[in-house]
């Protein structure tokens, strides 16, 4: 069974603060990696999908990279308005999306 | 070009009563998807079409579960009796080929 898990749950960083958000995942057949942002009330948003352990992709501020075993997201002095929740999902055997919870990010100004 | 389209946005019901939940994906997308947010737990999948047909639809809960899709345009979902751990929120999810799915802005169900 594919699972996902995200950490960490929450995150609060200062306006300028750059981190990284972790993504674990175990998966047979990984299909793709994908990283959604989420804002309340509204549906997933899709930012970056990754497909091999070495791959990088950037949008802004943000910086996903793959492993085997984990991805990344990179936030890179962030701004108020990419506060957000973060999910991370596979798609492996079965060509639904796996979830993790997702990590809920505050960047205060 | 149009997202996908999800009605309502949200529905309050009572234990026992049916409701259908509409999705219209993005024109041209062959695959559909619905998933489940549980209060406090992660989006799950549910289901999967393939245009009209149940490619997979594994993480169905239960029989009081049941998807539609006539003619592999829009999509419907209809619990019916609804029961309390049912509440939660509804995606509803589309793409074409290998690309990335898009979502919509989920269907909000409380069962009360």
């Known amino acids: 069974e594919d699972q996902v898990t995200q950490s960490p749950e929450a995150l609060r960083l200062q306006e300028g603060e750059s981190s990284s958000l972790n993504c674990s995942y175990t998966v047979s057949g990984l299909r793709g990696l994908f990283w959604y942002r989420q804002d309340p009330g509204k549906g997933p948003e899709f930012l970056f999908t990754?497909?091999?352990a070495g791959e990088e992709k950037e949008k802004e501020r943000l910086k996903a990279t793959l492993t085997k075993k984990e991805s990344f997201l990179h936030i890179t002095a962030p701004k108020p308005e990419d506060s957000a929740t973060y999910l991370c999902?596979?798609?492996?055997?079965?060509?639904?999306?796996?979830f993790g919870k997702g990590t809920h990010l505050i960047i205060q100004p | 070009e149009a997202g996908v389209t999800q009605f309502p946005s949200h529905s309050v019901i009572e234990k026992g009563q049916t409701v259908t939940l509409r999705c219209d994906p993005i024109?041209?997308?062959?695959?559909l998807y619905w998933y489940r947010r549980v209060m406090g737990k992660e989006i799950k999948f549910l289901l999967h079409?393939?245009?009209?047909?149940?490619?997979?639809e594994s993480g169905m809960p239960n029989n009081r579960f049941l998807a539609e899709r006539t003619g592999g345009t829009y999509s419907t979902l209809k619990v019916q009796p609804a029961e309390l751990e049912d509440s939660g929120v509804y995606f509803c999810?589309?793409?074409?080929?290998?690309?990335?799915?898009?979502f919509g802005q989920g269907t909000r169900l409380t069962v009360v």
């Open positions: 990754l497909y091999s």
């Open positions: 024109s041209g997308h062959d695959n």
């Open positions: 079409f393939v245009k009209e047909s149940k490619q997979d």
């Open positions: 999902a596979v798609r492996g055997g079965a060509d639904g999306l796996t």
């Open positions: 999810a589309s793409r074409h080929s290998e690309t990335e799915a898009f």
